[in-house]
């Protein structure tokens, strides 16, 4: 059991907390914004799948890990273009036509898969980057600096989308049609446009989670995301929908599942209580999203398509 | 023909058509605007000047008709069209986002140096107008945070931000005390100076023979008349209003009190900013008596009401019901006390925008017998309620199914006062019945209000409209931030006796300020 405590393996579980949390930071903070401007998207999970997909094959045919991202990101930004069109333009109901979208990802991945590849092959995937410097810091180093480009831009981006946000004339749009789209209206600003805009955004950055969990693995299988999508969704609700707050249930959420993968490898749990065990990071979600619920109050435009009457 | 019929109009609107699904909101509707002119629309709730309005500002496409600006005929598709040509425009409903700060909601839309959202040349340039028309706000508060008159000035700020050249203000009065209005007279005659062109709404007869210049009056959607204050007076333009001849002022007979219903005793109640809103407040009102509540907007009524009512939490102090103290109040334990309540903002807590006009009249009684019976809503009881209901308060809608939002702002306003008045209360909390709603109905509203009082309800009245309190009150109570000034009978009400307390005066002090 002393093993268990020691610092390496403390290390390396943090580390591998930051990891984990990759792909549905990138994912919550897409959706974030989405939500910020009044649109639900459920399908986060589905347009994962396929920008996994996408990363995958790409990589897989042309040998290029940064082709299969920028492949990824593309179709990421042609199913926000879908999305938009069902919930912006044809005010399709938002829960519906996102649950569609994640049933279309999971069959459609699935059937290409089957088609294009049949057997799982490896892909070379990202490889680690360190940083110079920061990353020859003991301990520090290995659990903030030695990561893969990815995790570097899931992290670098959570500063980026709060400043987006908060600070630009865009930013201010969302937060105004996400909350009173009738008054944004009435001082000229494009609430349908605007929200074109974020739902694109939101799913450019799923397609892009798709991508690094991928490339990640190294090879794609059905269901690879297996629920991470709809974790991106929770961890909106759980951070209040605010970046920063979404970052922190990011790790969170990132630290028990590298825990309790820990646990598995070091056998210190086994068998049924292991799957058990598999469950707490989805728990403890929950848990926080009772507890965190009820101080905030969701973009009171949230799912609610606008159209001007007469 | 005087100087101005010279000047080329800024605005023609001309046969202007506009029709939605069973309505003839304006048919054919000619108005004209020359600069550093107010013209005043003048119309019963639901008469088109809304609508109106916003077919100037883009907001609606008109069916049939044409608008020129300073002669040219334009088409004006968005708003943003309107704000590029010059047009602005105070709604009716506030059009300010809750979540953002005041200076925020003014920025919203105008774009910023290289995209940033930079709030310091907008508090700057705030500043500088706010001074100028004497308009203050902070702009750093969160909008949620504003009392209604605040928010108002807000909005105000918006237009002017953005140097209208032609403001359209509907119904801006409609929540600013008087000497509010006054102030923003003076903004509106300085603008009026600088040529620039005001279209006006509001159901204020003093105020717009105050104001205009040029008045049209609509009634059905139809221009009714045409005229100016010189050759009209009150009682003709409500005439040209309603299409008959309208009691302006009433006699209220008195009655004897009975018990004591509501009691407030040694109330404090917290404010949105932290404050002590209600100060150690008492107040006992009465079954069959009408207490008014007079005041600035902002001295603590909303806080008040909330409190009685279990939106907001009580600090220390105590309301009682028919002498039973009220623990842990919820709105729906209150309600089953006996107590209904109108509230100030009906668009925000009166009624749902998105509801049905039946839906926002069963809001409260639709979980009753004979609304539901084992769980299942009846319809045909509670079609037939909500015809009686339309059709009692004047309520006009297409059907009872229409969406409460398409309502004109009067409307909506019945349909919360119709849902409140007709639930059988025994205690009776009453924000700005009248507020933005036209003088026919207004005059119905207080009938409504004396029939409760006579079949013995026990009713706050908070008002800021000085003629409503005075008409109606057995007892006039005079708050000043959250504290009570001082009480005037029946008798001793006048607008002086009231106003001076508004403004801190006591009795017999010569100047005393209220702290
Ligand atoms: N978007 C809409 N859809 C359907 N009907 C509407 C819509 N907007 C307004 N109406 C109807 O058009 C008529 C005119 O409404 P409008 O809001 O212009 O009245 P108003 O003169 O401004 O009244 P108020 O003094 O009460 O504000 C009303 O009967 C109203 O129900
Ligand atoms: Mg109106």
């Given at each position: 059991m002393s093993e268990f405590f020691t610092v390496s393996v403390l290390v390396a579980t943090l580390a591998g907390g930051i990891r984990l949390a990759t792909p549905f930071l990138l994912a919550a903070l897409g959706e974030t914004l989405g939500q910020r401007s009044g649109v639900l998207n459920l399908g986060v999970e589905g347009v994962m799948l396929i920008g996994a997909f996408a990363a995958y094959y790409t990589a897989l045919e042309t040998g290029s890990t940064v082709a299969g991202i920028a492949v990824a990101i593309g179709i990421g930004a042609v199913m926000g273009l879908i999305y938009?069109?069902?919930?912006?333009?044809?005010?399709?109901?938002?829960?519906?036509?996102?649950?569609?979208?994640?049933?279309?990802?999971?069959?459609?991945?699935?059937?290409?898969?089957?088609?294009?590849?049949?057997?799982?092959?490896?892909?070379?995937?990202?490889?680690?980057?360190?940083?110079?410097?920061?990353?020859?810091?003991?301990?520090?180093?290995?659990?903030?600096?030695?990561?893969?480009?990815?995790?570097?831009?899931?992290?670098?981006?959570?500063?980026?989308?709060?400043?987006?946000?908060?600070?630009?004339?865009?930013?201010?749009?969302?937060?105004?049609?996400?909350?009173?789209?009738?008054?944004?209206?009435?001082?000229?600003?494009?609430?349908?446009?605007?929200?074109?805009?974020?739902?694109?955004?939101?799913?450019?950055?799923?397609?892009?989670?798709?991508?690094?969990?991928?490339?990640?693995?190294?090879?794609?299988?059905?269901?690879?995301?297996?629920?991470?999508?709809?974790?991106?969704?929770?961890?909106?609700?759980?951070?209040?929908?605010?970046?920063?707050?979404?970052?922190?249930?990011?790790?969170?959420?990132?630290?028990?599942?590298?825990?309790?993968?820990?646990?598995?490898?070091?056998?210190?749990?086994?068998?049924?209580?292991?799957?058990?065990?598999?469950?707490?990071?989805?728990?403890?979600?929950?848990?926080?999203?009772?507890?965190?619920?009820?101080?905030?109050?969701?973009?009171a435009a949230l799912t609610r398509p606008f159209d001007r009457a007469g | 023909?005087?100087?101005?019929?010279?000047?080329?109009?800024?605005?023609?609107?001309?046969?202007?058509?506009?029709?939605?699904?069973?309505?003839?909101?304006?048919?054919?509707?000619?108005?004209?605007?020359?600069?550093?002119?107010?013209?005043?629309?003048?119309?019963?709730?639901?008469?088109?000047?809304?609508?109106?309005?916003?077919?100037?500002?883009?907001?609606?496409?008109?069916?049939?008709?044409?608008?020129?600006?300073?002669?040219?005929?334009?088409?004006?598709?968005?708003?943003?069209?309107?704000?590029?040509?010059?047009?602005?425009?105070?709604?009716?409903?506030?059009?300010?986002?809750?979540?953002?700060?005041?200076?925020?909601?003014?920025?919203?839309?105008?774009?910023?140096?290289?995209?940033?959202?930079?709030?310091?040349?907008?508090?700057?340039?705030?500043?500088?107008?706010?001074?100028?028309?004497?308009?203050?706000?902070?702009?750093?508060?969160?909008?949620?945070?504003?009392?209604?008159?605040?928010?108002?000035?807000?909005?105000?700020?918006?237009?002017?931000?953005?140097?209208?050249?032609?403001?359209?203000?509907?119904?801006?009065?409609?929540?600013?005390?008087?000497?509010?209005?006054?102030?923003?007279?003076?903004?509106?005659?300085?603008?009026?100076?600088?040529?620039?062109?005001?279209?006006?709404?509001?159901?204020?007869?003093?105020?717009?023979?105050?104001?205009?210049?040029?008045?049209?009056?609509?009634r059905d959607g139809r221009v009714s008349g045409q005229t100016r204050p010189s050759e009209s007076t009150r009682e003709s333009l409500a005439e040209l209003m309603v299409g008959r001849p309208v009691e302006l002022t009433r006699n209220v007979a008195a009655t004897e009190r009975g018990e004591q219903r509501l009691a407030i005793t040694g109330l404090n109640v917290i404010g949105d900013r932290g404050n002590t809103a209600v100060k150690n407040f008492d107040l006992a009102v009465h079954s069959g008596e009408i207490v008014g509540l007079a005041g600035v907007s902002g001295n603590g009524q909303r806080e008040l009401a909330d409190a009685i009512f279990g939106l907001r939490p009580i600090r220390s102090g105590q309301i009682a019901i028919d002498g039973e103290p009220v623990t842990a109040p919820t709105p729906r334990s209150v309600r089953q006390r006996g107590v209904a309540y109108v509230p100030e903002e009906r668009m925000v807590e009166g009624a749902i925008g998105d509801f049905t006009v039946a839906e926002n009249l069963l809001l409260v009684d639709y979980h009753q017998p004979p609304y539901t019976r084992r769980g299942l809503l009846n319809r045909s009881a509670i079609s037939s309620w909500c015809n009686r209901l339309v059709e009692n308060y004047r309520v006009k809608t297409p059907d009872i199914e229409t969406p409460t939002k398409n309502l004109s702002g009067g409307n909506i306003q019945k349909v919360v006062i119709a849902r409140e008045f007709t639930c059988d209360a025994e205690v009776l909390v009453v924000a700005q019945p009248t507020r933005g709603v036209d003088i026919g109905a207004a005059e119905y509203i207080h009938e409504r209000l004396l029939e409760q009082r006579e079949a013995g309800a026990a009713i706050l009245l908070i008002s800021e409209d000085l003629d409503e309190v005075i008409q109606l009150s057995d007892r006039v109570v005079v708050v000043l931030e959250g504290q009570i000034m001082g009480e005037v009978d029946r008798a001793d009400a006048t607008p002086r006796s009231i106003g001076l307390l508004m403004s801190g005066v006591r009795d017999g002090e010569a100047s005393a300020s209220a702290d």
């Open positions: 938009a069109f069902l919930t912006v333009v044809m005010h399709a109901e938002q829960g519906i036509s996102g649950i569609g979208i994640f049933l279309f990802g999971l069959g459609f991945t699935d059937l290409l898969f089957q088609k294009q590849v049949g057997t799982p092959l490896p892909i070379p995937g990202v490889g680690k980057a360190p940083i110079p410097i920061l990353s020859d810091i003991p301990h520090l180093g290995e659990i903030f600096f030695d990561h893969n480009p990815l995790v570097y831009l899931a992290f670098l981006l959570v500063p980026i989308m709060w400043f987006v946000v908060n600070k630009t004339t865009f930013g201010l749009n969302v937060r105004a049609i996400g909350q009173t789209p009738e008054a944004a209206d009435t001082l000229g600003v494009s609430v349908n446009l605007t929200r074109t805009f974020t739902i694109v955004i939101a799913n450019c950055f799923a397609g892009l989670a798709g991508a690094a969990l991928a490339l990640e693995v190294g090879i794609f299988q059905q269901n690879l995301t297996a629920g991470q999508g709809f974790i991106a969704i929770a961890l909106v609700y759980f951070g209040a929908w605010r970046m920063p707050w979404v970052m922190s249930g990011a790790l969170l959420f990132g630290v028990v599942s590298s825990t309790v993968l820990q646990w598995k490898t070091l056998g210190i749990v086994s068998g049924p209580s292991s799957s058990l065990l598999a469950m707490a990071p989805a728990i403890l979600t929950i848990l926080v999203l009772v507890l965190v619920s009820r101080r905030v109050s969701a973009p | 023909m005087t100087d101005t019929d010279r000047a080329v109009p800024m605005l023609q609107m001309e046969g202007i058509t506009k029709r939605f699904p069973g309505v003839l909101a304006n048919d054919s509707v000619d108005l004209t605007v020359l600069p550093g002119q107010v013209h005043t629309l003048l119309g019963e709730n639901g008469a088109g000047k809304s609508t109106l309005m916003k077919v100037l500002y883009g907001l609606y496409r008109p069916d049939e008709g044409t608008i020129r600006l300073d002669g040219e005929p334009v088409s004006i598709t968005s708003p943003s069209d309107a704000i590029n040509r010059g047009i602005g425009m105070i709604h009716q409903h506030f059009m300010l986002v809750p979540t953002l700060t005041v200076a925020e909601n003014v920025a919203l839309g105008l774009g910023g140096r290289a995209g940033l959202s930079d709030m310091r040349p907008v508090r700057q340039r705030l500043a500088e107008v706010s001074e100028r028309y004497g308009l203050h706000v902070n702009p750093d508060a969160y909008i949620w945070q504003l009392a209604v008159g605040e928010r108002q000035r807000a909005e105000i700020l918006k237009a002017l931000y953005r140097d209208a050249r032609l403001l359209v203000l509907d119904e801006p009065t409609a929540v600013l005390t008087p000497p509010e209005v006054e102030e923003l007279f003076v903004t509106l005659r300085q603008m009026t100076a600088d040529d620039k062109g005001l279209v006006f709404i509001s159901h204020k007869l003093h105020e717009v023979m105050e104001l205009s210049d040029e008045i049209t009056v609509l």
